[in-house]
């Protein structure tokens, strides 16, 4: 099969078999002449940045029925938007949207730029992102390469070198079958292709659409590209947290810097994480362990953090945090570690 014939057969496929997604126009309301909204697509692309549609779809849909616009993010407060993030990770990601929804409503009237360089100067958009965005809302002839396009391609030309060093070869091959007729669809088709068909597991090769010109399957190396180099052991860090309740059932919680990994969202008050974490507690009370540790493991390194709590006393005044009252505090707004830790404290510190 030649490289101008692979965008014929997927796009085919394509139409049939498209992915109904939130922030998605598929093929039929293309053809009806119905465009994509660039906000949407924005918001989509940024929320599936290192992470899966599975764990964005209900968060893209509880974000678009409280800020159905961008002007309409950009007047949302920090708190709220990084509480609405909270559980779906890499929270520099909700820092960076609110950046951007704030500089394209005040700046640009509310309107995304639709070339890729300049959809790239926004904060929080790098060059996939900024490809996808000018691809998908904008029909702009992008190459646009996710992990399910890096699957599709090492298989279709049988790329043997093993990830991370590949990513090149991969880029260029993807551009060799990227066409100028709906680049949209295209881009959306190569993923669908490999989310749904291309698996990294048992790809069903009898029902793809590109079988009949891939080398990797012709070679019997499906199931083995793309290859990949030796993982990187991850670090073991350590800390401790603290959980304190006072009479009236109000928690003491701490903001976090706004740089740094979790940055800007509630925790518990606690030391930093490393190899010899110190006993910090907020204030001097009677602080009992909690008998077990919480278990994490961020993208670069496991965490370990020991769990103590304690009832303070009414009006404790702690060296660190400060008091949320309990009808204003929503374990869902913390991050998943230190939900993790609310989960294992809250049990011993029920009010009276």
Not at 341 to 347: G, K, R
Request: proline letters at 9%; glycine letters at 10%.
């Amino acid at each position: 099969m030649r490289d101008a014939d692979f965008a014929g057969h997927l796009l085919a496929w394509y139409d049939d078999n498209a992915r109904v997604l939130g922030w998605r126009v598929g093929p039929a309301a293309r053809r009806a002449g119905v465009r994509p909204d660039p906000y949407r697509v924005w918001l989509s692309e940024v929320m599936l940045q290192q992470t899966t549609v599975a764990a964005v779809n209900g968060y893209f849909r509880l974000f678009v029925q409280q800020w159905p616009d961008v002007h309409a993010l950009a007047g949302a407060s920090d708190d709220r938007v990084m509480a609405a993030w909270a559980g779906l990770g890499y929270y520099a990601r909700a820092r960076n949207l609110l950046k951007c929804a704030r500089l394209v409503s005040g700046q640009m009237a509310g309107r995304f730029p639709d070339t890729a360089p300049a959809l790239q100067a926004l904060p929080g958009i790098g060059p996939y992102t900024a490809a996808a965005i000018a691809a998908i809302a904008f029909d702009r002839p992008e190459t646009v390469v996710d992990g399910n396009v890096e699957r599709v391609v090492a298989r279709l030309f049988a790329l043997r070198a093993p990830l991370p060093g590949v990513k090149p070869a991969m880029h260029a091959a993807a551009a060799r079958l990227a066409p100028d007729r709906r680049p949209g669809d295209f881009a959306q088709a190569m993923m669908d292709l490999g989310a749904t068909v291309c698996t990294p597991r048992g790809p069903a090769c009898g029902v793809c659409p590109l079988a009949a010109g891939c080398r990797a399957r012709q070679l019997g190396l499906a199931t083995d590209l793309p290859a990949r180099g030796p993982k990187a052991e991850r670090p073991l860090r350590r800390g401790t947290a603290f959980v304190a309740r006072d009479p009236a059932g109000a928690w003491l919680v701490e903001r976090r810097p706004p740089k740094g990994l979790l940055g800007g969202m509630l925790g518990w008050p606690g030391s930093d994480w490393g190899d010899q974490p110190a006993f910090c507690p907020p204030f001097a009370a009677d602080w009992q362990d909690c008998g077990a540790e919480v278990r994490h493991t961020f993208t670069h390194f496991h965490l370990r953090l020991q769990v103590y709590c304690t009832r303070a006393p009414a009006g404790t005044l702690p060296a660190r945090g400060h008091w949320i009252a309990a009808d204003r505090f929503r374990p869902g707004d913390l991050p998943t570690v230190m939900r993790k830790v609310h989960d294992l404290a809250a049990p011993r510190l029920v009010p009276h």
